[in-house]
């Protein structure tokens, strides 16, 4: 909200594109701050996925994996 409070001198064009480059960085920082982690996260527990055995561990780490993908949906 706050970009949209921006005051930018010049035609109404000119101020709306000058706010929506704001907003655009925003939502980038934004994306990062709720998403940087997701494809680390999941990659992390995929991979030890990969090499784990045990039939118990392998379930918590699917539904870990689950959880991961279904709080970045969410968000969206």
């Known amino acids: 909200m706050q970009t949209w409070s921006i005051q930018s001198p010049g ?3 000119d101020v709306i594109t000058v706010r929506l480059g704001c ?3 925003n ?3 934004w994306n990062k701050d ?6 680390i996260e999941t990659a992390k527990l995929e991979a030890q996925l990969k090499v784990q055995k045990d039939a118990i561990s392998r379930r ?4 870990n994996i689950r959880d991961w993908r279904r ?3 969410i968000l969206c």
Do not use: D, P, S, Y
């Not at 709720?34 to 494809?39: C, E, K, L, N, Y």
């Not at 918590?60 to 539904?63: D, F, L, Y």
């Open 11 to 13: 035609r109404a064009v």
């Open 34 to 39: 709720q998403f940087g982690t997701v494809g």
């Open 27 to 29: 939502l980038v920082a």
């Open 23 to 25: 907003c655009g960085k």
């Open 60 to 63: 918590e780490i699917t539904v």
């Open 71 to 73: 709080n970045e949906e």
